[in-house]
């Protein structure tokens, strides 16, 4: 209308929020290191993810129209959070927790807190059915928010009492105060003129605003201070992260950290808590220094070349860790006591079983734990037989996979995967292949920091090795988070090489594996720039046939993806799927319908390929005998190349 408003366009609202997502990328790809390494690659890693959603919002030729303001509104909502996300992400890398107090630890681990309920809050009230989002975009993004709601509960779900009501009753632009209902947050991070400037300016915690924060000594700490308890089985102190004269405002963000979920749920004792990751420990385990943390979170800790003791920054005299197994007994007690699902299996000796009963297993653990020491032994032909029989132990039953890895031998056959003994690296890889067979062992694996080096046996291995690499990249890639993980590592070009150059029983796993890695839209483009496409297209054309499913449930997976699609075409695979409509199994006519289908959609060049080739009389076959799915598919396809031919 003359004189008016402008109608506005969305991708008009996406250039500031995707000029962040492209900060973050960058800044990610810088690598992040110290405390908070692993918060700081987890949010990058899921605000990466939505630069596909801002693009295809940009590239939409949606119109906001009388609906503008509300649009406007999410889309600035998440601009903020993200812009957020990235002074976070700034200053989080910066924290040295040698040189830093536990206080400003504490507002790092609130604003970790706040940024993700921001994230969560504005990924949900964005109208995607106003959208032109691709469905695999969407998929993509519910991961994210999936991923990133875990990640809000982990740092003390949403934040409750009058924290959240002030929270809830301010715009997202706001910052949150943990613990005051006047103006700046504790934790609040600045950064001026952010997106604004050529360069950046990465803020110091030295330089946070702490006007409005009580006095240091008030603060809870992230790291408690211990109260010491007597390990009856060792001569060493039990911690207890408890401080007698720290404050106890309700509003506190650690306190928050520490309770329930839930309203009515009991607090969790602080003795019981990890003094790393708040959380309820489930493997607890003492340093040199006498602490106790959780193993998996001490354990990272070490890998990270860090050498002293988190809490008290003593220098650790050695790394050995030692099974807390009073502490632990205390804490299956105190689980079974108030009705809390317990974080391990294992209990008192005995181990519970599918059906609610329990077997005791006292003598196992004893015996076990006996073959865990062995795998850190100066002898090589000790650590051979130990890593032979976990593997024969694990492979016999969920049992003995919950013990082992109570033992804490997951980190140790991580560490014996760059072993140079073949036999003793083959074994090591199917151990812990046997175990990731249980569901709760697959986040230990992960923490451990399998990943690298089952992709480097996947690489260099034996062919045994490679199998069953392959195999533990399957297994631990069921877990929608570990896609992203694992497709990030390196591990798509070694399956696809294995793929390709692998026995029958190797290119079978590494078909599975890249399967489920294919799922996760962001592992589409890089198993095309690994080769898969060549790669499955001989497998269409193998004479013996024995891949052909798997080649085109693949191709099934990719042919959604743009990249993908253009290198099908590129490859001269139309050809060989008109051939399977043809002649192949009545599964395979299903697949080469659906992928044609993918390929063709709003593809005149694709379309007329069909028709040039005869597609015509073997789809109209399947569209009248064909399984279900290919009746629909084939259907499909028949509409669309009639479509060209109406005047």
């Not at 790394?319 to 209990?347: F, G, H, Y």
């Not at 890639?477 to 896609?483: A, H, P, T, V």
Request: hydrophobic letters at 40%; one cysteine or more; a neutral charge.
């Amino acid at each position: 209308m003359a004189g008016g408003e402008p109608t506005a366009v969305a991708g008009d609202s996406t250039k500031i929020p995707l000029q962040v997502v492209h900060d973050v990328c960058r800044i990610s790809g810088a690598g992040f290191a110290g405390f908070f390494k692993k918060d700081c690659t987890d949010l990058a890693r899921r605000v990466s993810l939505l630069a596909y959603l801002l693009e295809e919002i940009r590239d939409s030729n949606t119109h906001l129209g009388s609906s503008s303001s509300s649009h406007d509104s999410c889309l600035y909502d998440l601009s903020i959070a993200l812009k957020a996300a990235k002074r976070l992400l700034l200053a989080a890398n910066d924290f040295d927790p040698k040189i830093s107090a536990d206080a400003e630890r504490k507002k790092i681990v609130f604003q970790f807190q706040c940024v993700t309920w921001k994230l969560v809050k504005s990924l949900g009230s964005l109208p995607y059915d106003q959208f032109d989002i691709s469905e695999e975009v969407q998929e993509q993004v519910e991961l994210v928010r999936s991923q990133l709601t875990r990640a809000k509960e982990r740092y003390g779900g949403p934040l409750t009492s009058n924290v959240l009501s002030r929270a809830l009753s301010q715009p997202l632009d706001k910052e949150i105060d943990p613990l005051q209902s006047g103006s700046r947050g504790v934790g609040t991070l600045h950064l001026e003129n952010v997106g604004n400037n050529d360069h950046e300016v990465r803020p110091k915690l030295g330089d946070l605003p702490l006007g409005n924060t009580p006095n240091g000594n008030d603060c809870v700490q992230i790291v408690q201070e211990p109260k010491n308890l007597r390990n009856s089985s060792k001569n060493s102190e039990v911690t207890s992260p408890k401080s007698p004269g720290l404050a106890r405002e309700d509003d506190s963000p650690s306190k928050n950290l520490v309770e329930n979920k839930k309203p009515n749920s009991p607090i969790i004792p602080e003795e019981y808590l990890c003094p790393i990751s708040l959380e309820l420990m489930r493997d607890p385990v003492i340093v040199a220094t006498g602490q106790t943390y959780e193993r998996s979170f001490i354990q990272r800790w070490i890998d990270g070349a860090n050498t002293r003791c988190p809490k008290t920054q003593q220098i650790l005299q050695d790394l050995t860790l030692t099974p807390n197994i009073a502490l632990r007994s205390l804490i299956s007690d105190w689980c079974a006591k108030n009705n809390v699902e317990q974080p391990t299996a294992l209990a008192h000796g005995r181990i519970k079983r599918s059906d609610g009963s329990f077997r005791d297993v006292s003598g196992d653990i004893a015996a076990i734990e006996a073959i865990v020491r062995k795998l850190s032994s100066r002898s090589t032909d000790d650590r051979r037989a130990a890593v032979a029989e976990i593997r024969s132990l694990s492979k016999r039953s969920t049992d003995n996979r919950v013990l082992i890895a109570e033992a804490g031998a997951i980190p140790v056959l991580v560490n014996l995967l760059t072993s140079e003994d073949g036999q003793i690296q083959e074994n090591a890889v199917t151990s812990i292949l046997n175990l990731s067979i249980f569901d709760n062992n697959k986040g230990l694996i992960m923490l451990a920091g399998a990943v690298p080096s089952v992709v480097q046996v996947l690489r260099a291995g034996s062919m045994e090795a490679k199998e069953n690499a392959a195999a533990t990249i399957f297994s631990l890639s069921l877990g929608d988070e570990n896609k992203i993980i694992i497709g990030a590592s390196g591990a798509i070009p070694a399956l696809v090489e294995l793929l390709q150059t692998g026995s029958t029983r190797g290119k079978k796993d590494a078909a599975t594996a890249l399967f489920n890695l294919c799922i996760y839209q962001g592992n589409k483009g890089r198993a095309v720039r690994a080769g898969i496409i060549p790669a499955l297209l001989m497998m269409l054309k193998d004479s013996s046939n024995c891949m052909v499913d798997e080649a085109l449930t693949i191709l099934s997976v990719l042919a959604s993806h743009q990249e993908a699609k253009a290198a099908i075409a590129k490859a001269s695979t139309i050809p060989v799927l008109i051939d399977l409509l043809r002649t192949g199994l009545p599964r395979n006519k299903e697949n080469a319908a659906a992928i044609l289908l993918s390929l063709c959609k709003r593809d005149t060049v694709n379309l007329s390929c069909l028709c040039r080739l005869g597609a015509l009389i073997p789809l109209t076959e399947l569209a009248n005998t064909g399984t279900e799915r290919a009746k629909r598919k084939a259907t499909s396809l028949l509409e669309h190349l009639r479509k060209p031919l109406q005047p």
